[in-house]
């Protein structure tokens, strides 16, 4: 099956700093989700990416299917951007079912 | 509109005793799946349902198993409750089965098994 790798997996950040988070992925894709988990164990969508670019406020994404690979982009970081963010991708050959990343814990300080 | 979800928020449960999960998707969405989260697995695909039968079945012991009504929300069972089933269960929600739809998580459900 496709296989789905993040890094960095920790990223301590002071507030106020950017960050870019990477997934890589080994083939394809229909679909590819970034999601942030907060504290109680929601996921939190945060882009329907497959291809191209995306903002939403001080987040934005990347995905260039050609090269398989996506970009999360967090400017001006805050406190309550600290939690996990995976990347989770659908290839063709998938039979809808999203394969996740390991994640990458993110941990933004005052 | 509401979003995916799920009951009961937490729940203890003793070994070889059996456990339901409930899921209500997003309104006008058909298409159910779930998956487990543990800290050595990770994120793990478990089944899919749409249209009352299930479409797709990941790799995981018959002790789970699922099911879909016509209102489309969804349960799923484990039976027969190993410690190893002690994990943060999640319902996703999608409008319908085409792979271009963006899927939306609920808040899950913590299952501890002692």
């Known amino acids: 099956g496709i296989q789905v790798e993040q890094s960095p997996p920790d990223l301590i950040l002071q507030e106020g700093a950017n960050s870019t988070l990477r997934c890589n992925f080994s083939?394809?894709?229909?679909?590819l989700q970034w999601f942030h988990q907060n504290p109680w164990g929601q996921l939190i969508n945060l882009f329907y990416i497959p291809s191209g670019t995306k903002q939403n406020g001080r987040l934005s994404a990347t995905t260039v299917a050609t090269e398989r690979y996506s970009l999360l982009y967090i400017s001006s970081s805050q406190t309550t951007d600290s939690g996990v963010y995976f990347c989770?991708?659908?290839?063709?050959?998938?039979?809808?079912?999203?394969?996740f990343g390991k994640g990458t814990l993110l941990t933004v300080n005052p | 509109k509401a979003g995916v979800t799920q009951t009961p928020r937490y729940l203890i449960k003793t070994r070889g005793q059996q456990v339901t999960l409930s899921c209500s998707p997003i309104?006008?969405?058909?298409?159910v799946s779930w998956y487990q989260q543990t800290p050595g697995q990770g994120l793990q695909f478990l089944f899919e349902y749409f249209s009352e039968t299930q479409r797709n079945k990941g790799n995981f012991p018959g002790r789970f198993s699922g099911r879909q009504f016509s209102n489309s929300r969804s349960e799923m069972n484990v039976s027969t409750l190993e410690l190893g089933d002690s994990a943060l269960y999640l319902c996703?929600?999608?409008?319908?089965?085409?792979?271009?739809?963006?899927?939306?998580f609920g808040e899950g459900s913590w299952l501890t098994v002692v």
């Open positions: 083939d394809s894709v229909n679909n």
């Open positions: 996703a929600s999608r409008r319908d089965r085409g792979s271009r739809n963006t899927i939306y």
């Open positions: 309104s006008g969405h058909r298409s």
């Open positions: 989770a991708v659908e290839s063709g050959g998938s039979n809808y079912k999203l394969t």
